[in-house]
């Protein structure tokens, strides 16, 4: 298909009416779609029902005797902490298992952070002027939820294709009243993209106008891979330390996409000092975490190499949802100028970047047409895309022939969305 934007004007009106009826008939068969959030599929969860019937046998105690029942042990079982910990890229001893919600710890230490300072801050996030954090857009929604929540400052720098522009976050980092970063450094949501070892010492190295300058690094999906190949990218905790920035990273990560999304554990990494003062912190909000819930995990996951088998059947399942959504697209937008997309080798999105001014009403036909897609805009802080261009897929949840009808529709929808933006254009440009 040639470019929407090289078309004569009267193959671009014939174009719009085609596609217009494609779509109609697409509407015609009452499908209800849903690819607005990436959750895991219920034949996913499937994987793991064998940790309802854990811990087996009566046997309720850790290796070193504790009775997981009851109270107590607020860093996390001695076993679980030191099952996750190559995951997270730290030693079992800076680790913490907490409950199933790795947003709630990454929460949890925002409002500690405002209330209470860090380690190495003058004061409570909350006692300066006018605290700020740098956001990679598109990025995380949740992320940009929580500082809108508390009313940090929100300031997006582009991705680059090897993570964020490391030279807006350099120079952004330099102004005190930037306390803190979001990143999600494998397979980040939604781009998908892998932050490359030189993005890594960046972060690491960067001198920070705010002495308690924390990177809230978000590992979601360390073991998320699509393809036989898996990605590593570099410990930015070995890297702060070599960098003399020791306490800078807070690594975040859950077994939500692992096991069962609502029953899984959460885990919190840092430097010493860090984890001292997260479990002071958290000592005020709980007597212990769910202790079962970690002899379950190890138990049925045991190690490192079966949370990768564990993971293999994953990726099983759902890169052929992955697959179905990019030939989609490559059918019916390659060539057209209506749109480019990420063929992510790892997470659970895909993004698209449509015509600049269509991602909104590209959400508002797909509505129409039975298919629910995140809101245009929720990938960037305060829901604000400046270009309205970014899409964020999430393929996961629907089965396999949902996907691919879902895709079509989709595709579909960018395309007309497109077509309708170029013709406005020509006709104001004749006005």
């Known amino acids: 298909m040639s470019l929407i934007a090289d078309l004569p004007t009267p193959a671009l009106a014939a174009l719009r009416i085609s596609v217009q009826a494609r779509l109609d008939a ?7 779609l849903d690819m607005t959030r990436g959750k895991p599929a219920p034949d996913q969860l499937d994987l793991s029902n064998a940790l309802l019937a854990l811990p087996g046998n009566g046997d309720y105690f850790s290796a070193a005797g504790e009775d997981a029942r009851n109270y107590g042990n607020l860093q996390g079982l001695k076993e679980a902490r030191a099952l996750f910990a190559p995951i997270l890229g730290a030693p079992p001893e800076d680790v913490v298992v907490g409950d199933n919600s790795s947003l709630a710890l990454m929460h949890d230490c925002i409002v500690y952070a405002l209330l209470k300072g860090v380690p190495g801050s003058p004061r409570p996030w909350s006692k300066e002027a006018s605290p700020a954090f740098i956001c990679p857009a598109p990025g995380y929604d949740r992320h940009f ?9 929100m300031l997006p720098v582009a991705m680059s294709g090897h993570g964020p522009d490391m030279d807006a976050v350099e120079a952004l980092a330099a102004d005190p009243s930037v306390k803190g970063m979001w990143c999600v450094p494998k397979y980040s949501n939604p781009t998908g993209e892998i932050y490359s070892p030189e993005t890594v010492a960046r972060l690491a190295a960067m001198e920070a106008g705010a002495p308690d300058f924390r990177l809230f690094w978000d590992d979601a999906y360390s073991v998320h891979h699509l393809t036989e190949l898996r990605h590593e ?11 003399d920035h020791k306490d800078r990273t807070f690594v975040f990560a859950s077994t939500s996409k692992i096991t ?3 029953a899984g554990l959460a885990f919190f990494a840092s430097s010493p000092a860090n984890v001292r003062w997260y479990l002071a912190c958290a000592s005020k909000r709980s007597i212990g975490p769910d202790k079962l819930n970690q002899l ?7 190690d490192v190499a079966g949370v990768h088998r564990h993971m293999d059947a994953h990726r099983a399942l759902i890169a052929p949802k992955f697959a179905a959504v990019i030939k ?9 100028g209506a749109a480019r997309w990420t063929a992510p080798e790892g997470g659970y999105f895909i993004s698209v970047e449509a015509a600049p001014g269509t991602a909104a009403r590209v959400v508002e036909l797909a509505k129409s047409a039975g298919v629910a897609l995140t809101p245009a805009g929720a990938t960037w802080p305060y829901g604000n895309d400046p270009n309205d261009s970014n899409l964020r897929l999430a393929p996961t949840f629907p ?3 949902e996907v691919r009808d879902a895709s079509e529709g989709i595709a579909l929808c960018i ?3 497109a077509i309708e933006a170029q013709s406005v254009q020509r006709a104001d440009s004749a006005a």
Not at 233 to 243: G, K, Q
């Open 145 to 153: 939820a929580i500082l809108e929540e508390f009313g940090v400052r």
């Open 233 to 243: 990218v570099s410990n930015i905790l070995e890297a702060c330390e070599r960098a």
């Open 296 to 302: 379950r995990h190890v138990r049925f996951l045991r």
């Open 260 to 262: 069962l999304a609502g």
């Open 415 to 417: 395309l007309l969305a």
């Open 26 to 32: 697409f509407r015609a068969e009452g499908l209800k």
């Open 399 to 401: 089965s396999l022939a």
């Open 328 to 336: 989609a697209l490559q059918r019916h937008l390659a060539g057209t």
